[in-house]
């Protein structure tokens, strides 16, 4: 198999304790990072602001597969139908015509769009400035949630010039307490009386922020209006002629009104048609374009150092973030490392590991990432972060898609991660994720749809993850641990609760196993169960990652499969877990074998057939210790005998 | 480098069948290149001057114009031997093998069993070292023994000893000439009421595997071997692998015996794959219907790991892979070849063992 590449040992430590929920969400956010730099295409991503039972895009028939046009005007004269016979996904595209500059159509309003908020500061409010570009804005008043992290502080009239503009909110701190970016911010402790003094006061602004992403085909450019809430449209980017290609572009803006529910127009510059194959607004929680810095410009320096080439220059902002880098020349660079320090530019990272130390490398994509319990919280989530999704498209080959949304209550009932994918690039429904039944995905005669379920914690026909749960008295720190390969070939993704008792884990794409095509493609998750469990098991019990995956029948249907293990005798004694399984007596070398891939197990495809795994993951003992490493450190034991091939470094 | 041999099938007896077993196991490792390091000079092991010797030419020769022919230039054959067993102590391995002789053509020729007969003709060869041996008189309960080297430099030795309760029993010494305490337990083949064998072996290097039928078993089989993709480090990894009843005592439920990192006798257990942890073996692949078919609606073969019993810092630990043999879906029908390659053949209870082609002579069971 190919080289691979790790996210070694992330931290995600939560002090308040919150783990009690799991450092669930940071583990999400630890892997679309780690993807994108990998760089896999992001090809879907949706916040909750429209909660778990309802289609997430904001967009009224954002998918256009509605038959009808009822949630669309034309705009100008222009014609407006669906057309069926140039498609982007579906089976149905929003065909416009033009007939003259100046037509084109307009959307609905927009679902459940949050209001921007205004208040003029007093007393007791106040700008700190940072050490670094972030500054801190301090209010008397609860105003503040993790969800508008990625959302626009608007600050005018303040006295000191510096202060006044439009800065991204970067981190949230408390309801009474945000960071935002503006290095020129400066001290300022408002006053609103009693007179005199005379008031000292500044007006504030919360815009909340929003991502349009738009397929469109057209033989003319159109303009792609926005009305911020206001009644008034502004043009935020125009989408160009593409020869009638339908072509990905992405654009923003931000609310700041609440009049109206800011809905967008498409706007001709000349006659001509335009076929919109899908349309979905909103609000980042991952991608976080304000807020997340990235770049392709990546220079490491041995043995722990990162700095750019002048795209972005860390500062003491940064301390406490986590690079994401990808070494495509040196795999051992690639991971997710937090950031310690950081002078004249230059960050030095914590590469957990008493052993390791990077090679130099320059050109390297990276992202810089608050990745906390503040801006991805374990408890008390609000809906927009809650009920978050993205969609990747592998670099492999066969393009295969993997989706999640989150499903994490604000207590431990109903939580975990709806896991889904694809064995290649099939087509999916634009505003929910879900794959159309017209190629192979786990949704396919496999997996309901997600975005159905009523009570979240039936867990109805969908894998999911679930993780850490237990809480810890002294220690709040679970540890992340992603490892992929150059090819994009599969995710494996673990995160250790610290205490051993409740990992989560789960297992996805070709996992080198000798069948054809994508009947060697894997999902291993939870299947169906949301219990409080170890999900680094190898038993019956449903909670177990290894249990109740889905693999595909030679017709491209989804099957069960399961990670098989290894008996002995005529009792139910099992290899691994003999309770004095140890190490060779004649050497002290571990014993390991690859992962048995065992499809269709129930014979429900006629198609049984077991295959080992050459993907570099491993089953031994199962007594060996939580995260310990061995054979020169080239591999890592997990947890209960879940072993991955490892970099050659040890462990902190 | 391999030696086979098929439907060997070993002279009929009327009483005492574990003597008649343990003559045939004795010659069988000759065959497989084995040598003998001592025997307890009982007079039945049928060598010069006992009633189970019959000749021993060395001039025989084989031609591949003349298939299944044996021939000496010295008239050492006799019409009475049909009947009786010849192994050729060939040099080529497709010469190398044992068989029962089924016609005497003259004194310088005789035929063998076709059932026996490898399916690519002799090679020629000349100056071959043959023994003709019969099983008339039987060993001597509870004394006759003997003691074989394993080929090619290996440690590894084989007891095989004939009980008082007509058993022949079967040990592996993995670290050689050792105290008798660094042998293995004994795999015992209880014998006493089968007096018709059709005996076969494939042997490579120091492993060497016999399986044979008789009136009243389908399947028995003992194997001495050393493990495939032991640890380097890892000394002497031989072992003797058997069972008396497939039935009872299903070689892949059953213990194989090796010694442990203190070289102890221990219990060493064959792997199978099962769905789940803690699941007993009724929900085990070797037998589980479901798994019949893999991959490309071919048999699934398997190399299976071994496991030492679950003992602290000596033992339970995964020690290697089984050679020669592999494990499949248990519920095939018996002695069924499972390839057109003819390179697999099932024998029984998910016993599968190679096949020297698709002509290579199917297993005979006696009647």
């Not at chain 1, 077991?610 to 080239?634: H, K, P, W």
């Not at chain 2, 006493?192 to 399947?219: F, G, P, Q, R």
């Not at chain 2, 001495?224 to 990894?237: I, Q, V």
């Amino acid at each position: 198999m190919a080289t691979k590449h790790w996210v070694r040992d992330v931290p995600l430590s939560d002090p308040n304790n919150y783990i009690a929920n799991g450092n669930h969400m940071q583990a999400n956010a630890v892997l679309y990072n780690f993807l994108k730099v990998a760089g896999w295409e992001q090809v879907w991503e949706c916040d909750g602001e429209r909660t778990q039972i309802e289609d997430p895009n904001h967009v009224p028939d954002g998918d256009v597969q509605d038959p009808g046009t009822s949630q669309w005007t034309a705009y100008n004269g222009a014609t407006i139908s669906k057309d069926t016979t140039k498609v982007h996904s579906g089976v149905r595209s929003l065909k416009v015509v033009a007939s003259a500059l100046s037509q084109g159509v307009e959307t609905d309003p927009l679902h459940s769009m949050r209001d921007p908020s205004a208040w003029v500061t007093g007393s007791g409010d106040s700008i700190v400035p940072g050490s670094g570009r972030d500054a801190t804005y301090n209010d008397s008043i609860t105003r503040f949630d993790n969800l508008h992290v990625g959302d626009y502080l608007d600050i005018s009239g303040d006295s000191i010039p510096g202060n006044n503009g439009t800065f991204p909110i970067t981190k949230f701190l408390s309801a009474n307490s945000i960071s935002f970016e503006n290095p020129s911010a400066a001290l300022h402790g408002y006053y609103d009386g009693p007179f005199p003094p005379p008031p000292d006061t500044a007006s504030f602004k919360l815009w909340p922020y929003y991502q349009i992403v738009v397929w469109a085909a057209t033989d003319v450019a159109f303009d792609v209006d926005v009305d911020f809430g206001d009644g008034t449209y502004n043009t935020v980017g125009t989408i160009p002629a593409n020869g009638g290609v339908f072509t990905r572009y992405q654009f923003d803006f931000w609310r700041i009104s609440s009049l109206t529910e800011s809905p967008i127009r498409f706007v001709s510059a000349a006659a001509g048609t335009l076929y919109i194959g899908g349309i979905h607004v909103f609000s980042s929680v991952w991608d976080m374009p304000t807020v997340i810095k990235r770049g392709t410009d990546g220079i490491i320096t041995n043995p722990d150092q990162f700095s750019t080439a002048g795209s972005f220059t860390p500062d003491a902002s940064d301390i406490g973030k986590t690079l994401f880098v990808w070494d495509g020349t040196n795999n051992k660079n690639s991971g997710a490392y937090p950031i310690t320090a950081v002078a004249a530019g230059v960050c030095t990272l914590d590469l957990r590991s008493g052993s390791a130390a990077l090679t130099s490398q320059s050109g390297l994509r990276w992202r810089i990432v608050q990745i906390d319990h503040l801006n991805y919280p374990a408890s008390g989530i609000p809906d927009k972060l809650q009920w978050a999704g993205f969609g990747f498209e592998s670099i492999h080959t066969s393009g295969w898609r993997f989706f999640m949304r989150q499903s994490q209550e604000n207590g431990q009932t109903g939580k975990g991660t709806i896991l889904w994918s694809a064995p290649e690039d099939t087509d999916f429904n634009f505003s929910t994720g879900e794959f159309y039944k017209s190629g192979p995905s786990v949704q396919r005669y496999r997996q309901g749809p997600w975005i159905k379920i009523p009570d979240s914690a039936s867990a109805q026909d969908e894998h999911l993850w679930r993780g850490p749960y237990t809480y810890f008295i002294g220690t709040t720190t679970s540890r992340c641990f992603l490892m992929t390969d150059e090819d994009g070939a599969f995710i494996a993704f673990f995160l250790h609760d610290g205490s051993g008792s409740n990992n989560g884990c789960h297992l996805h794409g070709y996992l080198g196993s000798t069948l054809p095509g994508i009947q060697s493609h894997y999902l291993f998750a939870r299947w169906e169960q949301r219990g409080v469990a170890n999900e680094c098991y190898f038993d019956d019990n449903g909670n177990r990652f290894a249990h109740n995956g889905t693999t595909y029948d030679s017709h491209g249907l989804a099957i069960p499969c399961l990670i098989g293990q290894l008996g002995i005798g005529t009792s139910d004694a099992d290899v691994t877990t003999q309770a004095n399984a140890g190490t060779n007596p004649w050497s002290g070398n571990e014993w390991k074998r690859p992962l048995i891939l065992w499809r269709d197990r129930e014979m429900i495809q006629q198609e049984a057939a077991l295959q080992v795994s050459d993907c570099g993951i491993y089953q031994g003992r199962a007594n060996m210790v939580d995260l310990s490493t061995f054979d020169s450190e080239n591999f890592l034991h997990l947890s209960n005998g879940f072993i991955w091939e490892w970099s050659g470094e040890t462990l902190v | 480098m391999t030696v086979w041999v098929r439907n060997l099938r070993v002279p009929d007896v009327t009483t005492q069948g574990g003597s008649a077993l343990l003559i045939a196991i004795r010659e069988l490792l000759r065959v497989a290149r084995w040598t003998e390091q001592s025997n307890d000079g009982d007079p039945d092991w049928p060598d010069p001057g006992s009633p189970n010797w019959v000749v021993g030419p060395t001039d025989l020769s084989v031609d591949p114009l003349s298939p299944r022919v044996i021939t000496s230039s010295s008239s050492p054959f006799t019409s009475a031997m049909v009947g009786d067993m010849i192994a050729l102590l060939a040099t080529n391995d497709q010469n190398r093998s044992m068989w029962r002789i089924t016609g005497f053509i003259d004194a310088n020729n005789i035929e063998v069993d076709a059932q026996g007969f490898n399916p690519f003709n002799w090679t020629l060869e000349s100056g071959i070292t043959g023994r003709v041996v019969k099983v008339a008189s039987p060993l001597t309960a509870a004394t006759a023994q003997a003691l074989w080297n394993a080929p090619g430099g290996s440690n590894l030795q084989a007891r095989i000893f004939y009980s008082a309760a007509d058993a022949s029993i079967c040990y592996a010494r993995p670290k050689g000439q050792v105290p008798l305490a660094n042998e293995t337990s004994g795999i015992t083949f209880t014998d006493s009421t089968d007096y018709k064998h059709v005996m076969h072996m494939i042997a490579s290097d120091e492993n060497v595997l016999i399986y044979w039928s008789t009136e009243d078993n389908n399947l028995k089989i003992v194997m001495w071997g050393k493990l495939l993709d032991a640890d380097a480090a890892d000394t002497d990894p031989n072992f003797i692998l058997g069972s008396n009843s497939p039935t009872s005592d299903p070689l892949w439920g059953y213990t194989m015996r090796m010694l442990d990192g203190a070289d102890t006798d221990i219990a060493t257990y064959p792997t199978f794959v099962k769905k789940n942890l803690s699941s007993n073996t009724g929900g085990a692949f070797f037998n589980y219907f479901n798994s019949r078919l893999a991959n490309d609606r071919s048999a699934l073969l398997r190399s299976p790991w071994v496991c030492l019993a679950d003992v602290a810092t000596v033992g339970a630990c995964v020690r290697g892979r089984i050679p020669i043999l592999a494990q499949t879906y248990q519920d095939y029908e018996r002695l069924r070849p499972l390839d057109a390659a003819g390179a697999w053949l099932h024998t029984y209870q998910g016993v599968a063992v190679p096949r020297n082609g698709p002509d290579d002579p199917l297993p005979m069971i006696p009647a």
